[in-house]
């Protein structure tokens, strides 16, 4: 069971295997993650927590370490992974968590792990509070973090639940365009799994 006394014991390991500068992103992640449960998910506060914990576990693990890290998973990669070093970690990090935090290898947490980096097709609210709370955590300083943070919390404890759910929604379209766009910019390849994202939470929209 996820409780408040094994997530201390989860962020002290963490503490031990992330730098100083990623451990605080995490914590940021953690509290974003929190403040947002209290909001939409309250009943999973704890695992939301350690899906933010866990969310970036093997993000420092060189390239080489995580194709190995694929292998021994039994990952799979598509044919642009390789070109984007970048989001093997969500891949890999589920595959970690699997071996060495079998205690919270839940099924949402693995989830919203896998799909933190670049969204993918019918993202539960679970998920999406991850996602966002990795683009909005308070260390981000870049001004499309800044706009999407205060678009999403700004008043939002006074909204509705359907309310707060449709600026969740509003606020991970608006992360996916700007990663979108940088990436344009930048001539990088964008993964498939985030215009899927992108185009599920519009299209789901569009049928209620």
Excluded: W
Excluded at 5 to 13: N, S
Excluded at 49 to 73: G, N, P, R, V, W
Excluded at 160 to 175: K, P, Q
Aim: proline letters at 2%; charged letters at 30%; glycine letters at 6%.
């Amino acid at each position: 069971m996820i409780n408040e006394r094994a997530l201390d014991a989860l962020r002290e390991k963490v503490s031990e295997s992330e730098g100083k500068k990623r451990f605080s992103h995490t914590l940021g992640v953690e509290r974003a993650a929190r403040a947002l449960g209290a909001l939409l998910l309250p009943e999973k506060i704890c695992e939301l927590a350690a899906a933010a914990l866990l969310h970036d576990i093997t993000k420092e693990f060189s390239f080489e370490k995580q194709l190995k890290s694929c292998e021994e998973f039994g990952i799979i990669l598509g044919r642009y992974d390789h070109m984007s070093p970048s989001v093997l970690h969500a891949m890999t990090g589920e595959g970690y968590i699997k071996k060495h935090f079998p205690e919270f290898a839940d099924e949402e947490v693995l989830s919203a792990v896998r799909k933190h980096t670049t969204g993918d097709e019918n993202m539960s609210v679970f998920d999406k509070i991850i996602f966002i709370a990795d683009y909005i955590e308070d260390g981000r300083t870049y001004p499309e973090c800044i706009n999407v943070r205060e678009m999403l919390l700004t008043g939002l404890e006074n909204e509705t639940a359907e309310a707060r759910l449709s600026r969740l929604d509003a606020a991970v379209i608006a992360a996916l365009d700007n990663t979108v766009r940088e990436l344009l910019e930048k001539g990088k390849i964008i993964s498939e799994k985030t215009f899927m994202a992108r185009n599920s939470i519009i299209a789901s929209k569009n049928r209620s």
